[in-house]
């Protein structure tokens, strides 16, 4: 996109962003948002220019917090370096293993995550469910996409199901194949509006991608996201503007986004259990078999899903677990160089 001019609402900016800035800013300053993040640069697009930004260099130091894609940034106007980051409307994020206290910023400014699955053996509330903590963690607002509609009897069913995940779910049932079909997504899809695209390989987002933009441009199937070794094949993550106008972030690896680190996710997806968990009578209760148990209460006098309350359950004590193996990666980090240096001693002994 870098021959193009767009103006700042094309590119994403909206009073939110606008609000944060002053006429007196604007004098030395203007707006850029981050299109590009690679190992040791960023890129950033004012309406008219790129610009490449070394992330070593002191003048990102500057900043408060490193940025990401989809983030905007105050370049100055003479040396293009960044002079603020402004806050952000939503984040992914993910805790960096080695860093006691920061997280790593994923995406910033997403408006909505399209979390694709198909009406067929691939759909999967408890997988949509997981999605959905990672939406809400996020503060980016979920859409549900079923495609391969036109390969079953009865679309709604899965609708319906859907819809019992959250309420106000918004959730669509499309023939990706099918331009009348998608328009159904439009509203979400406007100039300046930021997506991703989060679902297992082979549900259609190729597919929709086209559709949506009238393209064939983004190539459905084949496209390898891995290597080899199960590695992602980049750590580019990217944001383009659509043909529809749409600016689509890339983030390869946000599927393996831990849900450790969206708890707080977790607790908005399933708000419902959480507020009956508090009347337990065990403030460490586990829903089981404990006495004065609200849930199992609830549970049996049928004002809770079965469903729901064993996939939160099971949320949460694999947040816990990951969060755990995390710290215990952090210790043997924090640990590593005095052993080493106890090595090297021990065989200057022996010389
Ligand atoms: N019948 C039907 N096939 C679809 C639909 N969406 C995608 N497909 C097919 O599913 C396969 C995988 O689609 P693709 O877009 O590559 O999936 P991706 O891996 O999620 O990007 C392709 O053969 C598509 O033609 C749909 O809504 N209906
Ligand atoms: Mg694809
Ligand atoms: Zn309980």
């Known amino acids: 996109m870098s021959e193009q001019q767009y103006s700042l609402p094309q590119l994403g900016w909206n009073s939110f962003f606008e609000k944060q800035v002053t006429s007196g800013d604007l004098e030395a300053a203007e707006p850029a948002r981050v299109t590009l993040t690679h190992r040791g640069h960023v890129v950033a697009r004012t309406g008219a220019e790129e610009h490449l930004i070394p992330i070593a260099d002191k003048g990102l130091l500057r900043l408060a ?8 940034l105050l370049l100055d106007k003479t040396t293009h370096l960044p002079v603020r980051l402004l806050e952000r409307r939503s984040l992914f994020k993910r805790k960096a293993p080695g860093t006691d206290t920061k997280a790593q910023p994923i995406a910033a400014n997403v408006d909505t995550l399209f979390i694709v699955s198909s009406c067929n053996q691939e759909f999967n509330l408890n997988r949509l469910e997981r999605y959905l903590c990672l939406a809400l963690d996020a503060g980016v607002e979920p859409v549900i996409v079923l495609t391969k509609a036109d390969t079953v009897g009865d679309p709604d069913e899965f609708r319906r199901q859907a819809e019992t995940l959250w309420p106000g779910l918004a959730v669509r049932t499309v023939n990706g194949h099918d331009a009348a079909s998608v328009e159904t997504l439009r509203h979400w899809c406007e100039p300046g509006r930021t997506v991703v695209l989060l679902g297992s390989s ?18 459905t199937g084949a496209v390898r996201e891995k290597d080899d070794k199960g590695r992602h094949t980049t750590t580019t993550r990217s944001l383009h503007i659509m043909e529809s106008g749409a600016l689509l972030v890339d983030v390869p690896g946000i599927r393996e986004l831990h849900l450790y680190e969206c708890e707080e996710g977790i607790r908005l997806a399933f708000h419902d259990i959480v507020e009956r968990a508090e009347q337990c009578r065990f403030a460490d209760c586990g829903h089981r078999h404990e006495p004065g148990c609200a849930v199992t209460e609830a549970l049996e006098s049928g004002c809770l899903d079965p469903r729901r309350v064993e996939n939160f359950q099971k949320l949460l004590e694999e947040a816990a677990e990951a969060a755990e193996a995390l710290a215990e990666q952090r210790r043997k980090q924090r640990d590593r160089p005095r052993y080493k240096g106890m090595v090297s001693k021990k065989r200057k002994k022996r010389k």
Do not use: A, F, H, S
Request: aromatic share 8%; net charge neutral; charged share 25%.
């Open 65 to 72: 917090e490193q940025p990401t894609v989809g983030d905007w």
């Open 202 to 219: 082979g549900v259609g987002k190729t597919t929709l991608l086209n559709t949506i933009n009238g393209t064939d441009r983004y190539k």
